[in-house]
């Protein structure tokens, strides 16, 4: 149903694990994006990548590490992570990008707990 | 960079009365302004958006507001209804910005029948 799929749903790892979270859609955009979602905090921006070139990394430590093999494809890699990276991950993706990016098409998101 | 800031985080509301959310952004260069419903366990999805060259624009029953001049904008449901409990997020785009949506911290909305 949706456009946007996340896999894993849920994640539970530990500070030394190394794992990735994947992303697809099936809506032919253009732009791919992944978001933070912390309680009670604003969706923070982590990378924007278009067309398969990242063109926005927002200071992001380096334990996160994103890759996009191509336009439908978007994997976030997780090393090293500490307990305050847990949150939920979400993906998105848009038909436009730039100052013009339309509609962002979210997925259901990534529940990541470290441990 | 842009900041937006939105009130309340918390708003419970009697069925059939009205709800009414603000943000307010910093970078008066934005020009897109979206705003996002994410119900329990569910993405956000986009509900209604403007853009900086109208100052009010509606559907059904909900409606978006622009001053660009005070750099706010609202978003109000009226005959509000319990599907619409959810977590509401504002956010703006500044042309610079390369996609960057700022997101406020969302309204958690509560609708009591």
């Known amino acids: 149903e949706t456009g946007v799929t996340q896999t894993p749903r849920h994640l539970v790892m530990g500070m030394t694990n190394k794992k990735s979270l994947k992303c697809e859609q099936h809506?032919?955009?253009?732009?791919m994006y992944w978001y933070k979602q912390s309680a009670k905090k604003p969706l923070e921006l982590m990378f924007v990548?278009?067309?398969?070139?990242?063109?926005e990394n927002n200071s992001v430590p380096s334990r996160f590490s994103p890759e996009c093999p191509n336009s439908s494809h978007l994997f976030l890699h997780l090393h090293t992570l500490q307990p305050e990276d847990s949150a939920l991950y979400l993906c998105?993706?848009?038909?436009?990008?730039?100052?013009?990016?339309?509609?962002?098409?979210f997925g259901e998101g990534s529940r990541l707990t470290v441990l | 960079g842009e900041n937006v800031e939105q009130h309340p985080s918390t708003l419970s509301v009697q069925e059939g009365d009205s709800a009414v959310i603000k943000c307010t952004y910093s970078?008066?260069?934005?020009?897109?302004f979206p705003w996002y419903k994410q119900e329990l366990g569910k993405r956000p999805q986009l509900i209604i958006d403007?853009?900086?060259?109208?100052g009010e624009k509606k559907d059904q029953r909900i409606a978006v507001t622009l001053n660009k001049t005070a750099k706010h904008f609202s978003l109000h449901i009226t005959e509000t209804q319990p599907e619409d409990s959810a977590v509401y997020f504002c956010?703006?785009?500044?042309?610079?910005?390369?996609?960057?949506?700022?997101f406020g911290a969302g309204t958690q909305v509560v609708v009591t029948p």
């Open positions: 956010a703006a785009l500044a042309p610079d910005s390369w996609g960057k949506l700022q």
């Open positions: 990548y278009s067309l398969e070139e990242r063109v």
């Open positions: 998105a993706s848009s038909p436009g990008q730039g100052a013009v990016i339309g509609e962002l098409f």
């Open positions: 403007i853009r900086s060259n109208v």
């Open positions: 809506l032919g955009h253009n732009a």
């Open positions: 970078d008066s260069a934005s020009n897109y």
